[in-house]
């Protein structure tokens, strides 16, 4: 069992940073891909980014390429997401999850944390 922790939401004005950061307790992430979500209010669930634990390879949204990094610290056993050059758009509840699968929709992580609040003001 996997219980992850996301923290470092908040509001921020248009064109600023965050670090958002998810810590897994239980067990480590070492077989899992570890991807961030977004929901906005009355929108469906986004993927945003994932790594890949084992080499790090990381895949992401179009719509935050360039400005969101995904990474990882093994001995925190904590992933991150650090966002720059944050839009109004971007506002939204953001959840990470596992997966032991690199590529997989959604419904394929089995892990999920409770979720943060980023709220960017225009």
């Known amino acids: 069992q996997v219980q992850l922790v996301e923290s470092g939401g908040g509001l921020v004005q248009a064109g600023g940073s965050l670090r958002l950061s998810c810590a897994a307790s239980?067990?480590?992430?070492?077989?899992?891909?570890v991807g961030w979500f977004r929901q906005a209010a009355g929108k469906e669930r986004e993927f945003v980014a994932r790594i890949r634990w084992t080499d790090s390879n990381t895949y992401y949204a179009d719509s935050v390429k360039g400005r969101f990094t995904i990474s990882r610290d093994s001995a925190k056993n904590t992933v991150y997401l650090q966002m720059n050059g944050l839009k109004p758009e971007d506002t939204a509840v953001y959840y990470c999850?596992?997966?032991?699968?690199?590529?997989?929709?959604?419904?394929?992580?089995?892990?999920w944390g409770q979720g943060t609040q980023v709220t960017v003001s225009s």
């Open positions: 239980g067990r480590t992430f070492s077989s899992y891909t």
């Open positions: 999850a596992a997966s032991p699968y690199y590529s997989a929709p959604y419904d394929k992580y089995d892990y």
